[in-house]
């Protein structure tokens, strides 16, 4: 098959953009023909990836418009990705995959293409079914109608979350355009506000040890220049400022486990002073970490990751602490259950309940248990994200829409 992706950027900057570059890189490894177009991209492409073409005065001034009106709380209105770059290559490709479109990528893009080919979203957050928020948290309005947001700083000044829901809704009645969730849990939340004409799949984001150099634990602690002997605790964010990722929490629960002195590795961007929480305490600050080699070695070297997170789909940074053979200790919120499974693979509390966050950390720094639920964690992905799993779903789910499409064509 010849297969077009289209995302925010590449690399690492966000997780969908970066399973959007894994996925492509698989399916090329696969034997498929694979091109990957991103709206924003970072200085160093893949041979597989472009940059969305957006040349030209007209194309320039109709994307500002759009992140003008974005500013205000609506939606992109005007599919400029595909008037002044999709249009002209669809011919090319047999489908058209879409990765994040928050912020990035006009829904009316999609329905664009859906008239000429079938298309596919993999929804990477709430906003594909909200009103135009991330992660709804407790607002349960987008099940029924958006409006008088409760959340709208978030969005903008203006509150559109009632039409911005219904051209989500809009998008989702085209047979043409089908829906693939990485985690259930964002399939189940997704089903209580559209109606799906074409397929709504799940698919769980596979996970690829290649790029990653994970060592035994003393050995990555040795090289870090950590007490092999000492519990090291990790907290990974991209932005460590981040209130949702729940990194105050997770600070939290280590100040008041500090007569147990363990080390604090903090992977991610912190501009907020760390000694303010850690004070007294040995903490590893590292900055937002790109090199996989590096973050192998970083997540190896953990014995345990703190990850009270409030919103998740199916968190890249847990997949990537289990591969390592790190459990994860976390909240209960969204997918992270699928990942994080109690008496196997880590622990789980209930999400904002700092008391019992605190009480499940000192048990965990006080016994002994960490080694064998991080070998059944590393198992787990093994078996169960592998990277043929989620190409096989992927290859599979493609061509069940072409066979149809070509079925519906015949019988015109």
């Excluded at 073409?53 to 599919?79: K, T």
């Excluded at 090199?291 to 997540?299: I, W």
């Amino acid at each position: 098959m010849n297969i077009a992706l289209v995302s925010k950027t590449n690399g690492c900057v966000g997780g969908a953009s970066f399973f959007a570059e894994n996925i492509g890189g698989w399916l090329r490894e696969a034997g498929h023909e694979i091109t990957q177009f991103c709206v924003a991209p970072g200085p160093e492409l893949r041979p597989y990836q472009r940059h969305l073409n957006r040349a030209g005065l007209a194309s320039r001034l109709v994307r500002h418009v759009n992140w003008r009106i974005r500013q205000w709380g609506m939606l992109e209105p005007f599919p400029w990705e595909y008037w002044f770059g999709l249009r002209a290559q669809l011919d090319r490709f047999d489908l058209i995959h879409f990765h994040d479109l928050h912020r990035a990528i006009s829904p009316r893009t999609l329905a664009c293409v859906a008239r000429k080919k079938p298309v596919f979203l993999t929804v990477h957050d709430c906003s594909a079914f909200t009103g135009g928020c991330l992660y709804p948290m407790e607002c349960e309005r987008f099940r029924k109608s958006c409006g008088e947001c409760p959340r709208l700083q978030e969005i903008g000044p203006f509150d559109f979350t009632h039409s911005n829901l219904e051209r989500n809704r809009q998008l989702a009645r085209s047979p043409a355009i089908h829906y693939v969730f990485p985690s259930r849990w964002i399939g189940e939340e997704a089903s209580r506000s559209l109606p799906f004409a074409g397929r709504a799949t799940h698919i769980p984001n596979g996970f690829d040890f290649r790029p990653y150099n994970f060592q035994e634990r003393h050995k990555a602690k040795t090289i870090l220049g950590l007490a092999p002997g000492k519990k090291v605790v990790a907290i990974c964010a991209a932005s460590l400022d981040d209130h949702r990722k729940g990194v105050g929490f997770a600070l939290n629960a280590i100040a008041a486990s500090r007569a147990l002195n363990p080390t604090t590795l903090l992977v991610g961007q912190a501009t907020f002073p760390l000694d303010q929480h850690l004070s007294g305490m040995n903490y590893l600050l590292t900055g937002f970490v790109t090199d996989r080699t590096r973050l192998g070695l970083l997540h190896a070297a953990a014995d345990l990751l703190l990850f009270p997170s409030l919103a998740d789909n199916l968190p890249i940074t847990i997949q990537e602490a289990m591969a390592a053979g790190t459990p994860v200790l976390a909240f209960a919120a969204g997918g992270v259950p699928e990942l994080v499974r109690p008496g196997r693979t880590g622990w789980l509390v209930a999400a904002g309940d700092q008391a019992a966050l605190n009480r499940q950390l000192r048990e965990i720094l006080q016994a002994d248990e960490t080694w064998n639920f991080g070998e059944r964690a590393r198992t787990m992905i093994q078996d169960e994200f592998s990277v043929a799993g989620c190409v096989n779903q992927h290859v599979t789910l493609y061509r069940a829409a072409l066979d149809s499409a070509a079925s519906q064509r015949r019988n015109r």
